[in-house]
């Protein structure tokens, strides 16, 4: 069965910092590009980042650049998105997600496969 599942969400303070984790199961995401994507309430779904499958080359969206970053680890099957800086706007559910077309870019049409979610909240 081929699973993803995100995991280290939860509520943070403006400025505090959060790692997320995706972790695949049942496949290995060695060659796949692995994207982290977020939905606000009333918002659409929207691409965060991602890390290439062919050369671990990354992409950031503009509103997050210079504050996360994505990294994988094959060894335990696990990409990593590190939150820092973060604001109240960051607040979203955040999804992973892998492409087997191991080039795909931030558009959520190209990944086949996709986690739970998990919530982040950034609040005083």
């Known amino acids: 069965q081929l699973q993803l599942v995100e995991s280290g969400g939860g509520l943070v303070q403006p400025g505090g910092s959060l790692r997320l984790s995706c972790a695949a199961s049942?496949?290995?995401?060695?060659?796949?590009?692995v994207g982290w994507f977020r939905q606000a309430p009333g918002k659409e779904r929207e691409g965060v980042s991602l890390?290439?499958?062919?050369?671990?080359?990354?992409n950031y969206a503009d509103s997050v650049k210079g504050r996360f970053t994505i990294s994988r680890d094959n060894a335990k099957n696990t990409v990593y998105l590190q939150m820092n800086s973060l604001k109240p706007e960051d607040t979203a559910v955040y999804y992973c997600?892998?492409?087997?077309?191991?080039?795909?870019?931030?558009?959520?049409?190209?990944?086949?496969?996709w986690g739970q979610g998990t919530q982040v909240t950034v609040s005083s």
């Open positions: 890390i290439s499958g062919l050369d671990d080359s990354t």
């Open positions: 997600a892998a492409a087997t077309n191991p080039m795909s870019g931030l558009n959520r049409l190209m990944y086949d496969y």
């Open positions: 049942g496949f290995t995401l060695d060659y796949y590009a």
